[in-house]
């Protein structure tokens, strides 16, 4: 009974997002969604409305000042404003949304504001006319001091980034972070029509106000809804990448030179983690590898992030050591019949090219940020009350990662594996081990 209590838990919670919701239990849909979507304590609610109130002055300043807020859209949109300044994975999951932009707005100049880091990810897709850096101080951060520390000279660049932005004159601004500093930002832009979620505060720097639905938590649909606010037809397709053809040829190269054969079967792992409290360990991913090596057609190659030195005699893997450029990084993964990684940007990059993924969550909501699609796997132990917690773990360590064992994830491997035969022909699929144990 002990033993099969983990996975009646996991398929519970594994169906919670799709239970409906009648029109009735959601009564007030912003209240839902700050529970449902953001998990706001009383104590953040309570200093967003405070910084909220505070700030209602320059809006009225603003409107004896003569610019008052249209409620409706301009006859014809030439300029569009997209804010997301995060990191990898936010970019991916956003690039539906864009398609449908664009597919609604075929005439408009599309201008996406994002992370410098993130600007080599969007070189050979075709979402935006323009990409223009843009760094704020609580994206670049883990401590809390830092993001908001007054002396810091991202304040600067923020500043110089707004008055570039207003000169631009957009006729329409969106935000889909349900934050009140993305709200913020897009008013101080200046365009004529701002369009975002004001049940996280800063609704009145919002020209157009979204009605979030809690049951579409995932932060994909969540873009999507701005769309649907506007009345325009959205189509929910998975994100996708695309690669140019001396990215191919690197690939080929790369695969060729180190001796991986077309009949191999190619098992991508990425064991790092931008934030510490996500990373499941080096030392359970190399256990994975090594029930899965038992297999000889199977090649494994491990991810390194860019830039990060290949350790000297610590490396507990078997496989390939690739340290790659993150184009090139995409390059390869493309290869690969399955990447088995944390929760993050690899994970999502994995998903937009095709990849399937056997992704460790510890910390966040698969709900919110898992991948989608029907190959996918998550690993999670659902019974954690404390998720999410993203980067502020409340205990010495994050034992919702430390209880996963790599028989776990094993299991969810083989399973991909397993699927995927019946999608390969000939000997380019291999059939993997039968047992989940080692």
Not at 22 to 51: C, F, N, T
Not at 71 to 100: A, H, M, T
Not at 179 to 204: C, H, K, P, S, T
Request: net charge positive.
């Amino acid at each position: 009974m002990t033993d099969t209590a983990p996975a009646i838990a996991r398929l519970v919670f594994s169906c919670m997002p799709f239970i409906p919701l009648h029109e009735a239990q959601m009564q007030d849909p912003e209240e839902a969604a700050r529970g449902a979507a953001l998990k706001l304590s009383p104590v953040k609610w309570l200093l967003i409305r405070v910084v909220d109130r505070l700030l209602s002055p320059l809006v009225s300043l603003k409107r004896v000042a003569g610019q008052a807020r249209r409620r409706s859209l301009p006859g014809e949109v030439r300029k569009i404003l997209v804010v997301e300044y995060w990191n990898l994975g936010d970019v991916v999951l956003l690039l539906p949304f864009l398609q449908n932009l664009r597919a609604n707005y075929p005439r408009a100049s599309i201008t996406l504001a994002v992370n410098p880091k993130i600007l080599e990810l969007l070189q050979a897709e075709s979402v935006a006319d323009q990409l223009i850096p843009l760094r704020v101080p609580w994206a670049q951060h883990f401590a809390r001091w830092k993001k908001y520390n007054p002396l810091s000279l991202l304040w600067a660049d923020l500043l110089r980034s707004v008055l570039a932005l207003r000169r631009q004159h957009f006729d329409l601004a969106l935000t889909g972070r349900m934050d009140i500093r993305d709200n913020f930002l897009v008013w101080l832009v200046g365009a004529r029509q701002r369009v975002g979620y004001g049940f996280a505060g800063g609704r009145q720097f919002l020209t157009h106000v979204v009605k979030p639905d809690p049951r579409r938590p995932h932060r994909s649909e969540v873009w999507l809804r701005l769309l649907e606010h506007l009345g325009k037809t959205v189509s929910l397709t998975p994100p996708a990448l695309h690669l140019t053809t001396n990215e191919q040829t690197f690939a080929r190269h790369f695969l060729e030179e180190n001796g991986i054969q077309p009949y191999n079967t190619i098992l991508g792992i990425h064991a790092g983690a931008r934030i510490a409290i996500r990373g499941w360990g080096e030392h359970n991913f190399a256990a994975v590898e090594a029930c899965l090596l038992s297999d000889p057609s199977i090649r494994t190659i491990w991810f390194l992030q860019p830039g990060e030195r290949p350790p000297q005699n610590t490396f507990p893997g078997h496989g390939i050591l690739a340290c790659l450029p993150l184009r090139k990084f995409m390059a390869v993964l493309a290869h690969c019949h399955v990447l088995l990684c944390n929760d993050g940007g690899p994970m999502h990059i994995a998903t937009a090219l095709g990849v399937p993924v056997v992704a460790v969550f510890g910390p966040t909501q698969p709900a919110w940020f898992g991948p989608q699609g029907r190959r996918n796997r998550v690993v999670i132990r659902p019974e954690f009350w404390c998720r999410p917690c993203f980067e502020y773990c409340i205990f010495k360590q994050p034992h919702c990662l430390r209880s996963i064992t790599p028989d776990d994830v094993l299991h969810a491997v083989h399973e991909v594996l397993k699927e995927l035969r019946y999608t390969y022909t000939g000997s380019q699929m291999p059939s993997p081990s039968g047992t989940t144990r080692c």
